[in-house]
């Protein structure tokens, strides 16, 4: 559904509680199937979104958070599991002549074409908020190309050839982010996390201006990006963070999102940060009850803060943790 998204930000600042947790793998145990068996499904996403949005308030629909998507398209080996997020294992770039051969596959190859149907077919069936596709960040998706912890030594050594690896790796989230918006989403949830490794210098150089090529690419009044970093140096490369210019940013419960809010300028909101392993996945009621209500207190007097997990909440959740959650957001 078609809607002027920077008014929803606005009336979204005006609600009393608002919350949105980056929720859908946990579907899985209300539909009785494996997380194999919903990724490579248009149909079991869909039908994974829609249970998640019956069954909760959130002010938005999301879609999965799989970050091997975009690496597989390219070409990344990826390890499934019943019950677990898939994983790129093993890289595929190491030497700027590789780098140099890397070709860029089209925006809907492989399994990156299941998410954007599972979007298409949301749109006709989710009306009642927005809809957000998961997408990874440049950085991140350069990163799984080359070797996650090789990536942090590129920098240093091989820098010419780390740039063309993220040119590349721009270049077709570009193009998977114009497909989502085709297809109807409302806009992205942008997931960097490799970046929260980085120093501010190598974020400035290495992150920022390919995540803000994305941006300026897609954004508009109709398309809003949300830039997710989970790392705990966000605070310390927050200038650098804003530099990307996403009307959202979301953050990883390794901050205090108290000083995040402190630091984000009162026109760009800011989400956060229950945290997902330890308070959705392994917590208790009453647990994350507190945890909810302590940030709240924190955080719920700026009109620009809305009420979030710190990441993506994992496939084996408690249901009843997820519930608590909302109950402690003030949706009864």
């Known amino acids: ?37 919903l990724i490579a499904s248009s149909d079991n996403q869909v039908k994974a979104m829609k249970i998640v949005a019956d069954k909760t308030p ?30 790129v294992v093993d890289e595929i770039v190491t030497s700027e002549e590789e780098a140099k051969a890397l070709v860029v596959p089209p925006a809907d190859s492989k399994r990156a074409g299941i998410c954007i ?48 690896v993220l040119e590349k790796s721009t270049q077709f989230l570009i193009e998977y982010c114009k497909k989502f918006k085709q297809a109807g989403a409302n806009g992205v949830v942008i997931a960097e996390p490799l970046t929260g490794l980085l120093s501010p210098a ?8 390919y995540l803000k090529a994305i941006v300026d690419a897609v954004q508009d009044e109709d398309f809003l990006v949300i830039y997710h970093n989970c790392g705990n140096t966000a605070l310390r490369i927050i200038d650098t963070i804003l530099e990307v210019g996403a009307k959202v940013y979301h953050f990883g419960n390794a901050v205090d999102m108290e000083q995040v809010m ?12 229950i945290d997902p392993a330890g308070q959705f996945r392994n917590g208790t009621v009453e647990s994350i009850t507190k945890a909810t209500e302590e940030l709240l207190e924190k955080c719920g007097k700026y009109n620009n803060f809305i009420l979030s997990s710190g990441c993506d909440i994992p496939p084996l959740a408690k249901w009843e943790n997820i519930d608590a959650f909302f109950k402690a957001a003030g949706h009864k």
């Not at 002010?59 to 990826?78: N, P, R, T, W, Y």
């Not at 402190?262 to 940060?273: D, I, S």
């Open 1 to 37: 559904m078609k809607m002027n998204m920077y008014k929803w930000l606005e009336d979204a600042a005006s609600l009393p509680v608002k919350a949105m947790p980056i929720l859908s793998f946990p579907a899985v145990q209300l539909i009785g199937i494996s997380v194999k068996e």
């Open 117 to 164: 149907e599972a979007i298409a077919k949301a749109t006709q069936l989710i009306t009642d908020r927005p809809i957000f596709a998961g997408v990874i960040g440049s950085f991140s998706l350069a990163g799984r190309l080359v070797g996650v912890t090789d990536a942090m030594v590129y920098c240093y050594d091989e820098p010419d050839m780390m740039k063309i």
């Open 202 to 209: 190598f974020a400035e150089e290495f992150s920022t201006p």
């Open 58 to 87: 959130s002010i938005a629909s999301v879609s999965l958070m799989d970050l091997s998507v975009e690496a597989e398209c390219f070409g990344s080996k990826v390890v499934f599991h019943d019950d677990e997020v898939p994983a």
């Open 262 to 273: 402190k630091a984000v300028p009162e026109n760009v909101v800011a989400m956060g940060n």
